[in-house]
């Protein structure tokens, strides 16, 4: 579930893996009680343009592709594919209405969508809490665009439970 303090932030980086290498550091820094990460995705743009997307909140147990969570969701707003026609049909067009309409800054989807060029990889973290002194440290190595935002956390959840309620249901 979603809590209180999350903040959603998307870091580009200018080529297909610098997002993996920048997680896996900021794994090592979690172990140390550093920054609590509620979850994470890694998105990739080809050099054709195609998206590829990775659910890594756990990396031992790589999931899917970011079905079921609220920052999967965005994923599949933002960059559409299959991912995104399954979520405008059916209960996933609503929650994207929801999610747009209630508190994700509008700019903050244009400017991630806009940033994200073929080649480059973007790691997409929802963090309950960080010491942001030491998470900057451990990123110091990986330079990339940093774009965040909030979400307020009833509304987090509410959308959480709706997505949880209907992530078995086919797209109309």
Avoid at 19 to 36: F, Q, Y
Avoid at 50 to 70: C, F, I, P, W
């Amino acid at each position: 579930m979603y809590g209180e303090n999350n903040t959603w932030v998307v870091i580009i980086y200018e080529d297909e893996e610098t997002a993996d290498k920048a997680l896996h550091t900021l794994k090592s820094v979690e172990k140390h009680g550093m920054i609590d990460f509620e979850d994470t995705v890694i998105v990739r743009k080809d050099p054709d343009g195609k998206v590829h997307v990775e659910n890594a909140v756990d990396r031992s147990t790589k999931v899917g592709a970011a079905g079921g969570s609220l920052i999967g969701l965005l994923v599949g707003f933002m960059f559409g594919g299959p991912i995104g026609m399954m979520l405008l049909g059916g209960p996933g067009g609503a929650l994207v209405g929801k999610l747009t309409k209630s508190g994700v800054d509008k700019k903050f989807i244009q400017d991630v969508s806009d940033h994200l060029q073929p080649g480059n990889s973007a790691l997409f973290m929802v963090i309950r809490a960080a010491r942001v002194d030491v998470v900057l440290a451990g990123l110091r190595e990986y330079p990339g665009t940093i774009f965040q935002t909030s979400l307020p956390p009833d509304l987090e959840d509410q959308l959480q439970k709706e997505l949880d309620t209907h992530k078995n249901e086919p797209a109309e």
